[in-house]
């Protein structure tokens, strides 16, 4: 397991250099850091010591290698934006994500898996029915639209909860469901169709005939043998969160890297660009290494070479 | 025997209890017998935060957090007028020499005292290349700094530079001795001045946490705490305000006017700016080369209606030229051209004007008010006779680089802020700035004379004649002077909302 995760840790930097060389040229061309950088009031020798410090007046291809150069001895750079090392910025607002999108995922995973359990369970009845309309209907909403609706009904109406902004666990409640939202309907039509797959297999049929409550042959023991789907369905999800949080981060105020990273892109700050790059990137492989153990923890049959 | 022993045992669980429980109501009383004195804390809901608390950088939004903190020399009051602030008075000392006479008593968030030392650190600093500072152009005349004594300090200029106490406006006076003691890094997160609010806790993208300063100068805040938050979608910067989590939020949408104001728990505050919305002509490359279309241009727009349906009233029509009405050289004569379609075609038909030419607006999305609206309506109206217009929404980069290289297209929107002095727009329009294609040798030669004398009415005449060229030739479409739109809930008292955008809170008090 040990060789399985180092070998899977040596993707980072391979992605990342070929990502980042990319997103380099990109924001590079399509936009100057003088412009964006340096008032319209901008003086002649402004101009001259911003150019020096961003090697701007080198061709693009050696602007980057001095680039790689400082990243491979630790230095992201100094962000254009805010005067402070690129990777510091970063992982400031890494913890915020990090803490909404692992609040978002026990929730969607809960719910979701409970809720496709019941409609395997109850399946073409009434249960079944309406949680898989509801599934859909979740999947149709706008994360935008659901959003301002809770902040509307639960923080302006209701005052049970804060509107905004990132403080106690009630401030995580919101902004955590609208996630979810997104995750919902998928774990919970995934989970349906696996459940109902597994109460078919033979074992079933045996566990029942044992005298095994129906609960007890549910949870012990066909749940963990149709989980395998949805824990590779989670492990896809995780970068596609990380990333698109950036409308609720928006919304809520959460302090995110979402946020961050769309409001660098537009102001060209290529160090914090490609840093948070790196972070996801991290976060991503981390995540998905976790969760093909946790698929080979749950089991046994699946080895990690 | 058993029985009363039992009885003893249950009586000692009884009173146990009893005990127990006293003892947690007493502690419950206790905790509560002496609470803290009710702290007043103001929270306002900010659209966008700078990136840092870095003093110069030329932005609105960055200047309204650093003015929490900093005073500068002369300060700009809601309406736009100056007023003094760390300089109590100032003469001209000859044409290149201005005396500035500073305020005695006032002390540094860290108690030390406020001295001319600080003032010349402070020009110095904003003068060197290496600081890169935003807001130089405010005072770029200027060649430094002399302390004649510990409250007195002359500031030099490379020429005569009328407006300087009004460019002060903007630079925030830094201490010598923190820099010293700190380097040049820690004052970007940890600002130390001589404002109404202590910094105390600034996490970038989320708030900014002060403490009133019991010392400030002007009289100590009425609230003892500030916090400022970043809420960047308008929709949940109105439900803070309206659920009570924010006291104050800027940057209020027009079309969310309505639903504030029938809330009955806030009401929305609103003045004109200084800043001019226009829309800027090539004047190189045909059709716009032709003075003739520009002017009809103006007459195929109907300003009322936008100013009506889009801005809901708020905000000015400009009068045929780039000032706003209070500002300093503006022209009273001139009047906005009446909206005559009619007269539009009449007069494009006459300059040939080559209708199957499409026309291309290019505009930022919400860098100015309603920006995206507006263009669509213009080009709207223009479509109307028969122009074939359409917009192009770009991004801020992309807006920017274009700017550069003065690659605009055909018509491009932008937003000129004057002040409250003439010179501080009038000079986009000179050769020397850069971002005019517009060339006229008369406008130029009264610029030049306008900032060259300190004899104030000279300098109205000669920017009222410029206003009047601009009115003959059109180089933008003068659309609406945009306002600046706050709300407040119903218990905040003395808010007012700033033409400048910066927010001021030291007289805001709470019920």
Redesign the interface.
Known sequence: MFKFALRRLVYIPVSLLFVSAVLFAVLRL???P???Y??????D??VA??TKRLHLDQSLPVQFLIYLKDVLSGDFGQ?L????PAIN?VL??AGASIQLVTAALVIAVIAGVLAGMACAVFKDKLPDFLISTLAVAAQSMPSFWLG?LL??CF??QL?WL?????GGWENLVLPAFTLAAYLLPNIILITRTSMLETLREQFVVTANAKGLSGSQVLFRHALPNALNPIISFIGLQIGRLMGGAIITE????W?GIG??MIGSI???DVPVVIAGVLIVSVIIVVANLAVDILLSINDPRIRLD | MAEQQLDIAANRRVSGRVACSLAVVLGVLIMNAAPAAQQKVLTVGAATFP??L?TGV?SFTSESLILQTYDPLVMRDNEGNFIPALAESWEAKGDTVWRFHLRKGVKWHDGREFTAEDVKFTIDRVID??T?Y?????I?QVSGATVVDPYTVDISTKAVFPILSKGLADIAIEAKHYYDEVGV?VP?RKPMGTGPFIAVNW?????YELTANKNYWRGAPKVDKLVI?????A??RV??L????VQIIEEVPVDVIAEIESSKRAKVISIPTSAAMVLTYDTRRPPFDNPKVREALDYAIDKDTILNEILKGKGEILQGQLLTARTFGHNPNIKARPFDPVKAKRLLKEANFDFSRPVVIMTQSGKYVSDVDISNAVAGMLRNVDIQANVSVV????Y??Q??ALEMGPIYMVGWYSLNDADFATIWYTEAAK?SVWKNAEYEKLFVEARSTNDQAARDKAYQRMMEIMHAENPSMFLFGIPSVYAASNKVKNFGAAADKILRLDAVSID
Do not use: C, H, M
């Open positions: 399509t936009g100057n003088i412009d964006t340096l008032d319209i009031n901008r003086t020798e402004q010591a911003l962000s934006q805010f005067g402070e910025v400031e607002r301002i902040i509307q923080a302006v005052r804060p509107t905004s902004g990132r928006t919304i809520f105020a302090p946020r961050l537009f102001q060209r | 990136s840092s870095q030329a290349p290496q890169a935003g807001y130089l152009g405010r770029g890094e970007k996490i970038p993208g989320d708030r938050r970043q809420i960047p979608e929709a949940t439900a803070a309206i659920s009570g989590e991004e801020s980069a992309v920017l680089k700017w550069s971002r």
